[in-house]
């Protein structure tokens, strides 16, 4: 066996804050982590839209000003849909219509939001 000191090349992850600017818009970064500084992702309050009390879509102000992705850099309406599945009868179906069409003007609304947003240079 050799007495030879051996020596491998490891790795490190430099963990150090980093001091960002925020857009008015943006709700704070709850806890405060991000990984790389491409990760960084400045959020909007969160807004739901509902029917029969179960999240159907998910909206959010959202823009990654060091992402790879020029899109990403651009402030844009990060949108998720929930996990809605029912079977309904016609009375449910015209409520489910109704609902939809309320949160269609809600949709229109962030889009202006966002609009305005982007026109304001932020």
């Not at 309050?45 to 020029?70: C, G, H, I, K, M």
């Not at 016609?90 to 026109?119: F, I, K, N, Y």
């Amino acid at each position: 066996m050799s007495t030879d000191p051996r020596t491998a090349m490891v790795e490190l992850l430099v963990v150090k804050p980093l001091e960002i600017d925020e857009p008015e818009w943006c709700a704070g970064h709850d806890d405060g982590r991000a990984n790389f500084k491409p990760d960084v992702t400045h959020l909007g309050p969160e807004q739901t839209l509902n029917f029969r009390d179960e999240t159907l879509w998910t909206l959010q102000v959202a823009q990654s000003p060091f992402a790879s992705d020029a899109d990403a850099r651009t402030i844009g309406m990060y949108v998720e849909q929930g996990d809605y599945a029912h079977t309904l009868d016609p009375a449910g179906l015209d409520e489910l219509a109704a609902t939809l069409v309320e949160q269609a003007c809600v949709l229109r609304a962030r889009a202006r939001e966002l609009s305005a947003l982007l026109g304001g240079g932020q």
